[in-house]
C-alpha cells in the first residue's frame, strides 16, 4: 500500500519561505505524476505545482517563478520550495502522486499559514 507523508509546513510572515517534504513508502517510479495541491479555507482544492515522472513540470499561474517542484528518487521524496511567501498561500497543502494505472494517492496534509 502506498502512503504519502507531508512535512515541512508551519506559520511564517509574508516574503518569508518554506519547504515541504513528501515522503512516499513506495517506489515513486510506479508513479506516473506526482504534485502539490492546496486548500484555503472556504475554497476548492487546487494544484500548485506538478511534476510528470521524466517529463515536464506545471506550475499553477500563482506561484510560478515563486514555488518550485522537485523529487529525489533516491529518497523516495518530492519537494516544494516556496519562496517569496504571501498571504493568498494561505491552505493546507496535499501531496498527490497518481499510479501509472491512474490510482490516486494522497497525503494528510499540512498546514502552510503566512502572516501579513
Known amino acids: 500500500q502506498v502512503r504519502l507523508v507531508e512535512s515541512g509546513g508551519g506559520l511564517v510572515q509574508a516574503g518569508g519561505s518554506l519547504r515541504l517534504s513528501c515522503a512516499a513508502s513506495g517506489s515513486i517510479f510506479s508513479f506516473y505524476t506526482m504534485g502539490w495541491y492546496r486548500q484555503a479555507p472556504g475554497k476548492q482544492r487546487e494544484l500548485a505545482a506538478q511534476i510528470i515522472i521524466g517529463g515536464p513540470t506545471n506550475y499553477a499561474d500563482s506561484v510560478k517563478g515563486r514555488f518550485t517542484i522537485s523529487r529525489d528518487s533516491a529518497k523516495n521524496t518530492m519537494y516544494l520550495q516556496m519562496n517569496s511567501l504571501k498571504p493568498e498561500d494561505t491552505a493546507v497543502y496535499y501531496c498527490?502522486?497518481?499510479?501509472?494505472?491512474?490510482?490516486?494517492?494522497w497525503g494528510q496534509g499540512t498546514q502552510v499559514t503566512v502572516s501579513s
Open positions: 498527490n502522486a497518481y499510479s501509472n494505472y491512474g490510482n490516486p494517492y
